[in-house]
T-cell receptor, first 116, second 115 residues
């Protein structure tokens, strides 16, 4: 079965420092991977995706993610954290058995807290 | 460019009641998916509608049903509400035919509380 795991419930980082939010995946076939961010009382906003090609994917708001096939990981990164980056981050994989659908399977989320 | 809109934003019901949640997809999108996000959890796929038909369903009971209208908007209906149905219900839209690797666009959700 397709799945993603986010091993950290919370990540704390000081403003201006680099941040990493971890995600590992388990899929059959080629992985289609996504990162979304959720601010309080809001829906999910798309940040970036990996389908194929370069292992380093650049997305919105200065975020990027590194795809590592050998480690089955897709960690989210940002060189310099902002207080406004504080939010809940979700890693997701497209369900390879979904046929024509683009059903997403989400991790449990990681709360990012950036201290001023 | 209107994004995904959901109504109502909040709803309080009691056990055993029925509820209808509504969603209008992002302009130009024709496919609507519904997700349930329980407190402290990631969203869980309920079902997806395309061409007014349910195309795929997640692991949810038949108490959860839906509908898609010719204008692509959608409703989620839940019957015989249980306390465990309390959650944020998210609607997501996309355009079929662009490939299943396209990101879904989410609305802000309906917060359903069951008393």
């Amino acid at each position: 079965a397709q799945s993603v795991a986010q091993p950290e419930d919370q990540v704390n980082v000081a403003e201006g420092n680099p941040l990493t939010v971890k995600c590992t995946y388990s899929v059959s076939g080629n992985p289609y991977l996504f990162w979304y961010v959720q601010y309080p009382n809001r829906g999910l906003q798309f940040l970036l995706k990996y389908i194929t090609g370069d292992n380093l994917v650049k997305g919105s708001y200065g975020f990027e993610a590194e795809f590592n096939k050998s480690q089955t990981s897709f960690h989210l990164k940002k060189p310099s954290a902002l207080v406004s980056d504080s939010a809940l981050y979700f890693c997701a994989v497209r369900d390879g058995y979904g046929g024509a659908t683009n059903k997403l399977i989400f991790g449990t989320g990681t709360l990012l807290a950036v201290q001023p | 460019d209107a994004g995904v809109t959901q109504s109502p934003t909040h709803l309080i019901k009691t056990r055993g009641q029925q509820v209808t949640l509504r969603c209008s997809p992002k302009s130009g999108h024709d496919t609507v998916s519904w997700y349930q996000q329980a407190l402290g959890q990631g969203p869980q796929f309920i079902f997806q509608y395309y061409e007014e038909e349910e195309r795929q369903r997640g692991n949810f009971p038949d108490r959860f049903s839906g509908h898609q209208f010719p204008n692509y908007s959608s409703e989620l209906n839940v019957n015989a509400l249980l306390l465990g149905d309390s959650a944020l219900y998210l609607c997501a839209s996309s355009l079929n035919g662009q490939g299943s690797n396209q990101p879904q666009h989410f609305g802000d959700g309906t917060r359903l509380s069951i008393l």
